[in-house]
């Protein structure tokens, strides 16, 4: 069983730029979390999706969004990066057997300059 | 709105000698309860959850948290701790009636001094 990826693990951006973040779910998994752990804090969630559609979403601006593919893999995009975007984004894929329970990827470290 | 406080950013302890770490919680509706724990430069792995029943749970590296309903609160606690245990531990809650979101403490780092 693979376990939650994300991709890149690293990414270094200008201010202005747009970004994609990239995560693979665990298999069986449908439900996928987008998580932003800025340093010495604790994750706040930006937006869920379940099967295809948005689940849920955070206090966030429209400039953070995402997207759920078929396969439940997803993607997180930033537009008009700006500097406190600069954080680790993580992910966690959860079942329908086992909603609470969400199962977090490595994070991808990102940063704006 | 539900928050949580961890009202340690730090706690150094020896090596062998007991720790808890302080989680309470506010919420107008139910809640599952989750510690996870970060070990350095790596993702966020489940270390114990309560749903229901038991309010003492444990996990399978010697850690136990109690869930008290009338203070609100989660603490965890480890007798002995190892060198191994250094890493941030974050306590963490979901919404029974929501899409499961958890919303998160500020994390605790636990500092083993040998």
Known sequence: ETGVTQSPTH??????????LRCSSQS????????????GQGPQFIFQYYREEENGRGNFPPRFSGLQFPNYSSELNVNALELDDSALYLC???SPETANEQYFGPGTRLTVT | AQSVT???SQVPVFE???????CNYSSSVSVYLFWYVQ???QGLQLLLKYLSGSTLVESINGFEAEFNKSQTSFHLRKPSVHISDTAEYFCAVSLMDSNYQLIWGAGTK?????
């Open chain 1, 28 to 39: 069986g998994h449908n439900t996928v979390s987008w998580y932003q752990q800025a340093l």
């Open chain 2, 16 to 22: 062998e000698a007991p720790v808890e770490l302080r």
């Open chain 2, 39 to 41: 070990y350095p430069n």
């Open chain 1, 11 to 20: 990414l270094i951006k200008t201010r202005g730029q747009q970004v994609t």
């Open chain 2, 110 to 114: 636990l500092i083993i001094k040998p």
């Open chain 2, 6 to 8: 961890q009202l340690d």
């Open chain 1, 92 to 94: 966690a894929s959860s």
